[in-house]
């Protein structure tokens, strides 16, 4: 299990060459991406902060989670930080799995987790700059 915060570019090549395929009969690629728009206003870019060493220890645990529900051979998570730009990856998760169905579910469960629970959070540069979410403790906060 690999996890990654980088705070340059990151490419799919990077988790697939970290990922073990030994016995593998299925690898599960997801990579998220900057939009150029939420709803009707224009992003030019998202910044990521967030608590390092704690979001590094988190994202370990969900990784370790889904591997076991779901018999993973492997996953790797890679999240940017820093200004990311339009179009660019944001994270990628990637796993290897004895069967197809038990690797896309565990991508699936592992994103909505990282999203949910990882100390990372984003500010949306753009039309209008805002914090896009914020958490405590990994919990959702209302905006203010």
């Known amino acids: 299990m690999i996890v990654e915060i980088k705070g340059r570019r990151i490419t799919e ?3 697939l060459r970290e990922l073990a395929a030994d016995g593998t009969g299925a690898t599960v690629l997801f990579t998220g991406r900057v939009r150029p728009y939420e709803g009707r206003s224009r992003i030019d870019s998202l910044f990521y902060e967030h608590y390092p060493g704690m979001a590094e220890k988190v994202i370990r ?12 051979r492997d996953a790797v998570l890679i999240h940017r930080v820093g200004n990311v730009k339009a179009g660019e990856l944001s994270v990628i998760v990637a796993v290897s799995s ?3 169905k038990e690797g896309f579910q565990a991508c699936a469960g592992i994103i909505r987790e990282v999203k949910e629970k990882a100390p990372i959070w984003k500010r949306e540069q753009g039309e209008v700059s805002r914090w ?3 958490r405590v403790a990994g919990k959702k906060q209302k905006q203010k």
């Open 98 to 100: 004895e069967r197809r």
């Open 13 to 15: 090549s990077m988790a």
């Open 132 to 134: 896009q979410s914020e």
């Open 61 to 72: 645990g969900i990784l370790v989670e889904y591997a076991r529900k779901y018999r993973l």
